[in-house]
């Protein structure tokens, strides 16, 4: 069973920084996107950033732009997602997810995969509060 598990999250003040990582087991991440996805109290969960894991071609939500980079340690099956300049508004639970990146016919873009329902495994999503 694929297994996917968060770290990283934590409080922090505006404009701070965090690290997040996701790490897999059990499996190797060379034929998925993994994506982060962020949801806050109340809201729907969103795609934050995602990363192909074939090329390194990434997408990043408006949002995040300049903000938050998407990186992947293949030697370590890692995926990281750097975050400074933080605000409340990024305060939300923060899951990574796999899903598969095989394909018969036409390859979607990064950012067509950037979205909840093209993954089929998920980690347990780790908090991420912003606050002063």
């Known amino acids: 069973q694929l297994q996917l598990v968060e770290s990283g999250g934590g409080l922090v003040q505006p404009g701070g920084s965090l690290r997040l990582s996701c790490a897999a087991s059990?499996?190797?991440?060379?034929?998925?996107?993994i994506g982060w996805f962020r949801q806050a109290p109340g809201k729907e969960r969103e795609g934050v950033s995602c990363?192909?894991?074939?090329?390194?071609?990434?997408y990043y939500a408006d949002s995040v732009k300049g903000r938050l980079t998407i990186s992947r340690d293949n030697a370590k099956n890692t995926v990281y997602l750097q975050m400074n300049s933080l605000n409340p508004e990024d305060t939300a639970v923060y899951y990574c997810?796999?899903?598969?990146?095989?394909?018969?016919?036409?390859?979607?873009?990064?950012?067509?995969?950037?979205?909840?329902?093209?993954?089929?495994?998920w980690g347990q999503g780790t908090q991420v509060t912003v606050s002063s």
């Open positions: 997810a796999a899903g598969s990146d095989v394909w018969a016919g036409n390859i979607p873009t990064v950012q067509a995969m950037c979205v909840v329902h093209e993954y089929d495994y």
């Open positions: 990363i192909r894991r074939s090329d390194g071609s990434t």
């Open positions: 059990r499996f190797t991440l060379d034929y998925y996107v």
